[in-house]
Structures are given as C-alpha cells and as structure tokens.
C-alpha cells in the first residue's frame, strides 16, 4: 500500500532548507575547557574535605621536631669536626673546675694519684723473645 | 549547563577551594605547639660553631668558560658532573681536580645535570625541552664530541630539573617548565607517569626543582613558581600526596632531609624551609636577617649527612651554614677567604657527607671541607 502511494505527494513538503551559520567553534572549546577547570576544581574540593577531616588525627608538630632533633644528635657529621668534640671537652673541664663541683675534682685527683703510685711499684712487664736484640 | 552557568559554577568553586584551604591552614596552625629551634633550646641544645679553619675551601674547579647552573656527584666516587652556559657538561676527580669528560651539548642552554647511580652515565636538560643521556664510555665522534645516548622528548617546556631513581639507571625524573613532572623509563625512551599538567591536580607554575626520597625512592617532592611544594607518589600520578604551603616566592630549590620524612625548601623569598611528609606541619623557618628589605632569594640547599647543617646557597653570593636545630646562621662561606666572586647557583655534598661541593656564576665550582686534614689550595 505504501509503494503504491510513493509517487504521489501525500508526503507533506519539508520545510526548505535554511542553512545555518557554522557552529561557533572557539565557544564550544571554552565550554570543554570551563567544564574541565570546574571539575579539576570539584577535585581539589574534595581532596581538601578530606584533608580536613584527616587533620584532627595527625600529631602535634613538637612529635615531629623530637624526631628530627633525635635524628641528628644520633648522627656523627664529617663536616661537624673533632674540633668542636675538643671544645666540648674544654666546656666539661669549665664545669668541673667549678665551684659547685670542687668536691668531685678533688677525689678524681686523689684517686688519680694512688692509681700512679700503685704503678710506680709494680716494674712493667717486658716481653722479648729469644734472639731478639736491643735497639 | 551554558558557558556563563559554567563560568559561575567556576568562581563558585574557587571561592569554595580558598576558603577550604584558609580552613585547613588555620586547624594546621593549632597543632604547630612548637618549631624545631624552640624545641632544640628547650631541651638544652647548642649552636654548632665553627672555628676558621674547620670548614675551607680546599678545591676550585677551573674549565668552564660560562656560568656554572648546575652539579651532581657521583653516588658513590668523588666525581662530580656540572653543565653550564657554555653549552657544556664536565666530569672533574674532586680529588685530583682533573676533567675526566667535557661533552658539548647539542643545545647550550643547559640548565640541570645528573649523574645516574652507577655513575657510567650523566643525563642533562634545559631549554630545549629534552632531557638528553650521555655514557661516559661511549667514544667520542670524529669531531671529538660524545654523542647523546638517548633523548628523552616530551616536556612542552624547559627541563629545570632531573634525578635519577636510586639505584636504578633505567630510570630518572625531571621537572619543566610546561608544570609538570615526569617519570621516564631510560631503556624506551618513554614517560612512564605525568604528574600535574593542564586540568590535573599538580602545580600551576613551572616547576623548577625536584628531589627524591633517598629512605623511599617511590615519593618525590616538587618545588614551584606557584609558591607550593608538592610530595608525589610515583605510582599515583593523578594528584600530589600533599601540598605545602607556606612559602611567599618561587621555591627554587627542594631537598629531602637525611631521614626520609622531612624536606627543606629554598625559595625567591629568602627562606629557607623545614616540612614534614606524614603530616604536612612547617617545622622550621631559616630566615636571613638584612638591614635593608633587600633579601636575596635562595637558589639552592643541601643538607649535611646527619641533617644537622643546612647549607644555602643565595642569589648575592653567600651561601650560609644554617644549624637546623637552631635555626642560626653558624658560617658564611661566601665570606671567607677563597669563596666565589658571583651568585652560588647550585650546591650539593658528596655521598659520604665529607665535602661540599658549590658551583657560581662566576664559572667555577669549589670544594669544601673540614681544614684540618688538607692543604688550602
């Protein structure tokens, strides 16, 4: 039935053509390109909301500072030479010389001085073996 | 939704992401108790002090003819790799002071230098967007040059900066121009992982600096014009770990911290700055104190072995020996006898901690050691 009717124009008549002007191109560009900084941006929103809520349960900075500061003191340093260990001694020398500790100095130096006369008694042991000759 | 709906719906949410971050800043604020200097004074530290002849310049590289921009040493050797505007990378024995390479690059306009960790190899980058690779046992071309072993293309701007992964030759990371990272694979040719670029969460300046974790070679950090230092896990290239703010000028320069979970920062504001990875906090502030507001930017740091010394070097020639405990200036080498005439532009220790070595403007590049041991030259 409906071959039949094709050659005659029960078809209604489209409308005529009216061509448009191109499609704005750079428009369509910007849109991609504002909806893709809105997503990078809704992104970003989250991640922050989450690094809120994450805040309240890191520690407090001075936990991180004890950290670094016991890092360091357990580390020797080449370039922190034996110098300063020698200023550090001569710090300990200020200390003991001092007056709160005149007490303490006066015993090592006593203890000290038995210690060499105990020495002074006993010959040091020499070993030489047989054939050796003296220097 | 039209273009003014997504322009609106754009301004909506920058406000909404700044006044995200003011809160995240200000909850950060009340853990931050203390710094690290108050807290190395409360528990009875001292500064570090340094005698005239404890720290001396005991070496001065001579051979390049243009301004020194960038060293690295060997992981393991005293060698050490610099590029410079003359368009070219030297290999120097810190040792002997000898050149052991002087490869001219293809592009003059180098900007950074690595040495990969076997140490056969040096890989450079700058304005011409490629990081290029040399082998040092690679014979020279009949015009005495060495030819690049590999090109890495890719960049849409300058490669600022590049470092090998530890302990793999295959594999290296730069920093550009163009905002972002990248991971190469060295055998193919090929990125591996892009971290940050045009709608994805990374930096929104160049980035000028990058370092990896020695104690994990999976997490990176990123120094920016943005302002930000950015930690990264390689594996995750669509967003950064986490984002440090704090700094008032381009970071220039970034560096772990011997221990694996803290970093410093130097940046064009004049300071220098301590972070930590696991929590974010800013632990420390190292500030030069100036007369005049003319502080100079900082344009490199390296830490000392133990973490104790931060070395910076500066836009006007000094480079300050910081006590990190204390955050106190305990030396200036640009002020002792023998230092460099001219801005130090990159520094950095050798792997056992026991020199340092700066590069300047003013073409050479010096050594640094303890002075008891050694003759000054």
């Known amino acids: 039935m409906d071959g039949a009717k094709r050659g005659s124009s029960i078809v209604p008549s489209l409308p005529p053509p009216s061509p448009k002007s191109p499609p704005d191109y750079s428009d369509l560009y910007g849109k991609r390109r504002e909806l893709a900084l809105v997503q990078m941006l809704d992104r970003e929103i989250g991640f922050l909301e989450e690094e809120i809520k994450s805040v309240g349960r890191i520690q407090t900075a001075s936990h991180s500072c004890k950290e670094v500061a016991d890092f360091v003191m357990a580390n020797s340093d080449p370039l922190i030479t034996p110098s300063c260990k020698i200023r550090r001694s001569r710090r300990i020398w200020r200390w003991l010389c001092g007056k709160a500790h005149a007490e303490i100095v006066v015993i090592a130096i006593v203890l000290l001085a038995q210690i060499a006369r105990a020495l002074a008694l006993v010959p040091a042991p020499s070993v030489q073996a047989a054939g050796d000759q003296d220097v | ?377």
């Open chain 2, 1 to 377: 939704m039209s273009v003014n709906e997504l322009k609106e719906r754009h301004i909506e949410a920058t406000d909404t992401v700044n006044s995200l971050r003011e809160r995240l800043q200000q909850k950060r604020l009340l853990l931050l108790d203390t710094d690290v200097a108050d807290y190395a004074k409360s528990h009875g530290k001292t500064a570090v002090t340094f005698g005239p002849t404890d720290l001396v310049c005991c070496r001065t590289l001579q051979g390049h003819s243009g301004k020194v921009y960038s060293l690295d040493w060997t992981p393991e050797k005293n060698r050490i790799v610099s590029a410079s505007q003359d368009g070219r990378l030297i290999v120097w024995n810190s040792l002997t002071s000898q050149k052991t390479h002087a490869i001219k690059l293809p592009c003059a306009w180098v900007m950074t230098c690595a040495f990969s960790p076997s140490g056969q190899s040096v890989a450079c980058g700058g304005l011409d967007s490629v990081c290029s690779i040399f082998n040092l046992n690679t014979p020279t071309d009949k015009d005495g040059n060495v030819p690049a072993s590999k090109m890495l293309s890719g960049h849409k701007g300058y490669v600022s900066s590049c470092q090998y992964v530890p302990d793999e030759d295959t594999h290296l990371i730069t920093s550009s121009g163009d905002q972002t990272c990248i991971l190469w694979d060295v055998t193919t040719g090929l990125r591996t992982s892009v971290f940050g670029g045009e709608f994805q969460s990374g930096h929104t300046g160049d980035v000028l600096s990058i370092s990896i974790n020695g104690s994990n070679s999976r997490m990176f950090v990123s120094g920016s014009c943005d302002t930000t230092a950015r930690l990264w896990d390689s594996r995750v290239a669509s967003r950064a770990v986490r984002t440090f703010h704090g700094h008032e000028g381009d970071v220039n320069s970034v560096k772990f911290f011997p221990d694996g979970n803290r970093f410093g920062t130097g940046s064009d504001d004049g300071s220098c700055r301590l972070f930590d990875i696991r929590t974010g906090h800013q632990l420390q502030v190292y500030n030069q104190r100036h007369a005049d507001n003319d502080i100079p930017p900082v344009t490199s740091i390296a830490f000392s072995i133990s973490g104790r010394l931060l070395f910076a070097g500066y836009a006007n020639g000094d480079c300050y020996v910081w006590d990190t405990l204390l955050a106190k200036m305990v030396l200036n080498l640009g002020s002792l006898h023998n230092s460099h005439e001219g801005r130090i532009s990159c520094l950095g220790l050798s792997a056992d901690g026991s020199a340092l070595c700066t590069g300047s403007w003013d073409t050479n590049l010096k050594i640094w050691a303890f002075g008891g041991h050694r003759r000054v030259i």
